[in-house]
């Protein structure tokens, strides 16, 4: 009998179990995949190390920093600062056609960029930023405002709320079209307020050290431990029970699945409501590079485009993918520090938004042709905002929402899980809780952030 | 425990919760909110901690006693002089 069984080996199961096992919990994490991660997992190919998710460990702060998510979690990990060796942007940019905004990890360059780009939008920004600041991040009935509503109330000119909102839904959106004001307010502080960073040796340097601190306080980890079903007995969970028939009891579950995952385990759901899942999912092209992209004048850490004055954000209707905006990402372009020196290879990633269906319903020969055609057109359309890397690509990969679907068992590989978020991970079983993308925080910080404090809230207190 | 090892173990805790926090200029009469800048998640790991190493129950209408490190010494005492 366990005292917490965790489903999934992500950023939220793997930071509730240290936690957990810190206390001397009996835990044990099981994951279906045969690899840890979730969406921020990472796989070899001819002999390159790639990353899944990660372009950009976001909610960074200096060492030294008391304040904010990472400070936090290091604390509640008991991790120094050094055990994730995060190494800053050096700038990333949004461009529109007629308008561009650079920023980094000082919002002062972004406030300039605001009062250059729109000079009577100065102290309306100041405004935004102010009801930013004084969001309280608990409260269910204001996070679910409409983010545009509140823009629209507060920024006059429509192409700064287009802008501003394009990287924050890039980054954190499971909704279309619009945000929910709370994850508005979120992603903007741990995009414009914190800011950009990256690991030299990528995602890979995170998880290991998460694994390694689980570990050693006694936490089981099972890789290729599928999940089920979560057995439930008047409205309370006594087992879960594998893939392979194995039954394992625990007296509480904390679950990284995805709310309406979780709840089509259980065993006294007979049919989840399908309608609540998210569809924001992408396709992601990576180009290794001969050279490095800054030889060729890309400088950028991240450039969010959108080639209209509208940013859309939806699953495309009528093909496989929207490549008219998108996200390019050189993990090249961060200022690593100079014991580490520069990344083996220049490295392009283009992030492109994709309809699951269509990439899921292909015969495994089309679905081969498919990923051919679409790499090409998103890094087409990219280069229309970055310098054309064509020429000097050595090597491409280009992972789809089959693949997301793979590594996270989300439907429709839904990247940021779905829209309605349940802040205080609750379900209709009493110890039954969910934690990670559904329960509302994402990104890398954000989701370990989830997994300390629902362990925190469910599983811990006397 | 007397007073001055309850100090030293709170110290140990806090050097735990914050590796990179130099405690060596701790004020004990300023709060650790001010000083650390630690929140209600911290002080929920002071009182876990509290717990798995020394068996001290702190219950939560409590928590405002640990506000400062003279405060926390003063409560504890009475609670962990059995504690060796």
Redesign the interface.
């Known amino acids: 009998m366990y005292d917490t069984i965790i489903i999934g080996a992500g950023m939220s199961g793997l930071a509730a179990g240290i936690r957990l096992a810190h206390?001397?919990q009996k835990v044990c994490i099981l994951e279906r995949h045969y690899t840890i991660g979730g969406l921020n997992s990472f796989y070899r190919m001819n002999g390159r190390d790639y990353d899944v998710g990660l372009h950009a460990v976001t909610n960074f702060t200096e060492?030294?920093a008391?304040?904010g998510p990472l400070?936090?979690i290091?604390?509640?990990l008991?991790?120094?600062?050094e055990d994730f060796s995060l190494s800053p942007q050096r700038g990333s940019r949004v461009v529109f056609p007629s308008a561009e905004l650079r920023f980094d990890n000082d919002i002062d360059l972004l406030r300039s960029e605001v009062a250059r780009a729109f000079p009577g939008q100065v102290d309306n920004f100041e405004a935004l930023i102010e009801k930013i600041v004084d969001y309280d991040d608990l409260d269910q009935e204001a996070f679910e405002v409409s983010g545009r509503k509140v823009l629209d109330e507060t920024i006059s000119e429509p192409l700064l709320i287009e802008m501003i909102l394009c990287p924050l839904m890039w980054y954190g959106n499971a909704d279309s079209h619009d945000m929910a004001w709370g994850q508005f307010c979120i992603m903007f502080r741990s995009i414009f307020f914190e800011g950009f960073a990256r690991p030299y040796k990528g995602v890979r340097l995170i998880l290991k050290n998460l694994v390694k601190r689980y570990r050693s306080l006694g936490g089981e980890l099972k890789l290729r431990h599928g999940v089920s079903k979560v057995i439930v007995d008047n409205g309370h969970a006594t087992a879960v029970e594998l893939d392979n028939g194995e039954v394992i009891e625990g007296k509480r579950i904390l679950s990284s699945a995805g709310s309406l995952e979780t709840m089509r385990l259980c065993s006294d759901v007979s049919e989840p409501d399908l309608s609540k899942a998210g569809e924001m999912t992408f396709i992601e092209s990576i180009s290794v590079l001969d050279r490095e992209p800054s030889k060729i004048g890309n400088d950028d850490t991240i450039v969010f485009y959108n080639d209209s004055e509208k940013f859309n954000w939806h699953p495309p209707t009528d093909d496989f993918c929207d490549t008219r905006t998108g996200v390019i990402c050189s993990p090249n372009n961060y200022v690593y520090a100079d014991d580490e020196g520069k990344l083996a290879d220049g490295i392009v990633r283009i992030t492109t938004i994709a309809d699951f269906r269509r990439w899921n319903e292909m015969s495994d020969e089309d679905y081969a042709r498919a990923k051919l055609k679409w790499y090409d057109k998103s890094v087409e359309a990219s280069v229309r905002f970055t310098p054309d890397f064509r020429p000097y690509v050595i090597d491409t990969d280009l992972f789809t929402p089959k693949t997301i679907r793979r590594f996270t068992w989300h439907d429709n590989g839904a990247v940021y899980g779905a829209p309605e978020k349940k802040l205080d991970g609750s379900t209709h079983v009493d110890n039954l809780f969910l934690c990670g993308t559904d329960q509302g925080y994402v990104g890398i910080i954000g989701a370990m952030m989830s997994g300390?404090?629902m362990a925190?809230l469910h599983c811990?207190r006397? | 425990m007397v007073p001055a090892e309850i100090r030293t173990a709170i110290i140990d805790i806090l050097a735990d919760i914050a590796p990179d926090e130099d405690l060596s200029n701790l004020n004990d009469d300023q709060s650790f909110r001010d000083q650390m800048e630690l929140d209600s998640m911290d002080f929920l790991d002071i009182v876990m901690e509290l717990r798995k190493r020394y068996r001290v129950q702190v219950p939560e209408e409590d928590y405002v006693q640990l506000e400062s490190m003279a405060s926390t010494v003063t409560y504890l005492t009475p609670k962990m002089v059995a504690v060796a």
């Not at chain 1, 008991?78 to 600062?81: E, G, I, L, N, Y």
């Open positions: 206390y001397d060492k030294g008391k304040k400070a936090r290091l604390r509640q008991r991790f120094k600062w300390i404090s925190n811990l006397p």
